[in-house]
């Protein structure tokens, strides 16, 4: 649990700001990082539009460990290229923007009662370079991860967003990033919908917008369609962070609400006031 001294350590450190939004993007393939795609175009779009934060917290499908909840304090994240067999264009890819070391740590007893440690060996990962390269290409702000902890229950990303949510009103901008469905071993290169992922997709958008996210961490209630949409569910956890982080003030939006490669939803939301 936070104590009071920490807590008003990050009040402190943080001005008071306009409450920033939540944001979730479905980050698909590492190639719309460059790319000119509809999603990479989006992307671009809403960083034009969000305010400017005092920093930003990534939760990112691409960083999983059991049994915690790491957070990288490290001073100048590295830019990790964690996947194999794309163009050598993809791998020279920089996103060479500051960390928080101050501001993680502090996140660290912010989630203390949820097993959080600090790391210092991570960085970014494409999940968050790939996107945060059109929201603010100057890379000019500070930024760091928060993994997702793969040996606990959905409902405990749920908790960790609730957590979170306290930095919304001190500047900091909370984007998750993953895939609402995201099966690759049905991935159809060009073809259809496959039907388990719009269905997913549609069942995911209506109980988000219906504030129903306790029926989305309820792995038995959603029962083989969850199966068949997330073989595992690593990117389907930092939709429910950002999820977990919402309150009853919030407005709800969508945007790129398409399935691509036939099983990979490329569905986005934010929530602002």
Known sequence: MMTETSLAALRDRLAPSERMPLVFLGHGSPMNAIEDTAYSRAWTELGRALPRPAAILVVSAHWMTRGTTLVDVSAMPKTIHDFYGFPEALYAQQYPAKGDPALARQVVSLLASHHAAEDDTWGLDHGAWSVLKFLYPEADLPVFQVSVDMGRGLAHQLEIGRLLS???????????????????????????????????????AERLEARDF????????????????????????????????????????????????GSVSMRSFVFHA
């Open 166 to 204: 306290e930095l919304r009103d001190r500047g900091v901008l909370i984007l998750g990033s993953g895939n609402v469905v995201h099966n690759l071993r049905a991935m159809r290169p060009g073809g259809r919908p496959q039907d388990f992922a719009l269905e997913f997709d549609q069942l995911f």
């Open 214 to 261: 306790a029926s989305l961490a309820d792995r038995e209630g959603l029962g083989s369609l969850l199966q068949m949409a997330h073989p595992s569910v690593d990117h389907y956890l930092p939709a429910l962070t950002v999820a977990g982080a919402s309150d009853g003030r919030d407005t709800l939006s969508f945007m790129t609400d398409a399935i691509d490669l």
